[in-house]
């Protein structure tokens, strides 16, 4: 892709509208060969653009789903352990004996998932995808280090693996924490902002192609209001999309069918934000023309 329009062309096809705001910072980092760290509101869809690179790159997806309590054996690599002590009792049947050399090979390792994004073979890199970095321990990050600035991972019994065609990274945070700026400086970086409306309700015609029009700007719209309010989750695309979906289901065609109201529970996910959310929505109905 030779520019950041192509990149906007590419996930576009693959019905992901990107602003060139993001289309920029996909193609810099698949050109620069840096990853790229996503951050925003939950709901933005900073997961979506990394799914959505690999269906327009036409490549493997990995993804690392971060979590507290995350451990390098479920991130990076484990050793067969298993396999290890059949190993050394097949030996013992056998008489002989074997040493840790004869244990810790690469028969014995098991890939997790950013062992596999290294090792990938093929000319086209995978999209590694770390969704939600902030969800894992500070010393998690640590780990990372040597992978984000030198595609590789350093396992001690075997060496280091360095990528033959490095894979496309993309981190992910909803901000639950400051990241170490030790990661940071390894990243380019993008703030993901909630879609404008006229965006908003595009990417709602296509998730959900048989929903009316009306229903479509109207939702859009106060959603968009409804992120200003002081909600415990503002609703993001994927409430927005779902929201949508259901309404449509019910065979709603605008915001003013008499059961809106009973779907609050797909945008609104705290008892707060359900009264404050049907709240808001009477309102939006009484001032309609």
């Known amino acids: 892709m030779k520019d950041h329009l192509a990149v906007q062309r590419r996930l576009d096809a693959v019905d992901y509208l990107a602003d060139d705001g993001m289309a920029m910072a996909l193609f810099l980092a698949l050109k620069l060969g840096k990853p790229l760290l996503l951050e925003g509101e939950p709901g933005v869809g900073k997961t979506a653009a990394a799914k ?14 971060c979590y507290e309590g995350l451990t390098p054996g479920e991130a990076l690599y484990e050793w067969n352990y298993q396999r290890q002590l059949l190993a050394i009792r097949l030996a013992e049947a056998q008489h002989a004996k074997l040493t840790d050399a004869d244990l810790f090979t690469a028969e014995f390792l098991q890939e997790r998932p950013i062992l596999r994004a290294v090792r990938h073979q093929g000319p086209v890199p995978p999209v590694l995808l770390i969704d939600e970095i902030d969800r894992a321990d500070d010393e998690f990050e640590a780990l990372l280090f040597e992978f984000l ?13 360095t990528a033959t065609t490095p894979p496309v990274v993309v981190l992910t945070s909803n901000r639950s924490r400051e990241l170490h700026d030790a990661l940071r400086r390894r990243c380019l970086y993008h703030w993901i902002d909630f879609p404008d409306p006229g ?6 015609r296509r998730a959900v192609p048989g929903a009316a029009e009306p229903l479509i700007r109207t939702a859009t719209d106060f959603i968009g209001g409804v992120r200003g309010l002081e909600l415990d989750k503002a609703p993001g695309m994927a409430e927005t999309i779902d929201w949508v979906a259901a309404l449509s289901v019910l065979g709603a065609t605008d915001l003013a069918a008499h059961d809106v109201g009973r779907t609050i529970g797909t945008i609104a996910k705290t008892p707060d934000d359900r009264a404050a959310v049907a709240a808001a929505l009477v309102t939006y109905q009484e001032n309609q023309p």
Not at 199 to 204: H, L, S, Y
């Open 52 to 65: 959505a690179l690999a269906r327009a790159l036409d490549t493997t997806l990995i993804r690392l789903q």
């Open 149 to 161: 600035g030198e595609a590789g991972i350093t396992i001690p019994e075997l060496g280091t693996f």
């Open 199 to 204: 965006r908003a309700a595009e990417i709602v």
